[in-house]
């Protein structure tokens, strides 16, 4: 092969091309592209597709402390002692007033959760002189009592074992 022929071959590569260079170029970005925003829906709701039971805390009224949810499978302690006799517990920082807890690895069965927005961490849902709480709290089931804390039957539900999504609302 004689220079003149080596010279054409190369200047004649679509690889030299600048037109096709960019073309080549816009076609891999766009491919790229599609296959993110392919699995974007899994990604971003990777959250919710392990199974457990996952709980959206709604109401809190500001981003002050914490948020426990304490899962309980039984009356025992319901829910004035969610700090030592909930099954499963979730203390987690608030973030722009809202909260999520997610419970994965729950053997199926019944079960009540207690929430409480712990504004000053100190463990407990504080009252006032009456025993009114001065925090938020809520139930499972959004079940609430006229004096005192609904019992663990009103708030009790339900899991199978797959995938539970529910809603609190808290109460000040």
Same mark, same amino acid.
């Given at each position: ?9 190369? =200047?004649? %590569? ?12 816009? #076609? #891999? ?6 296959? =993110? ?36 499978? %039984? ?39 207690? =929430? ?6 100190? +463990? ?6 009456? +025993? ?23 708030? %009790? ?11 609190? %609302?808290?109460?000040?």
């Amino acid at each position: 092969m004689n220079t003149s022929a080596a010279r054409k071959f190369v =200047v004649a %590569s679509p690889a030299r091309d600048p037109e096709t260079r960019v073309r080549m170029g816009v #076609c #891999c970005i766009v491919f790229w592209a599609v296959l =993110v925003f392919a699995n974007l829906s899994d990604i971003a709701f990777a959250e919710s597709l392990c199974p457990g039971i996952h709980v959206k805390v709604l109401n809190i009224r500001n981003s002050t402390g914490t948020v426990a949810c304490a899962l309980f499978e %039984s009356s025992v302690g319901f829910p004035a002692e969610y700090l030592s006799s909930a099954t499963n517990i979730m203390v987690i920082k608030i973030r722009r007033a809202r909260a999520r807890c997610d419970f994965e690895d729950i053997e199926p069965g019944t079960y009540a959760l207690a =929430v409480v927005h712990d504004e000053n961490m100190n +463990g407990k849902l504080d009252t006032n002189w009456l +025993g009114i709480p001065t925090e938020g709290y809520g139930f499972s089931n959004d079940v609430t009592a006229l004096l005192g804390a609904p019992s663990f039957s009103a708030a %009790s539900f339900l899991y199978n074992g797959e995938n539970l999504d529910l809603t609190i %609302s808290l109460r000040y």
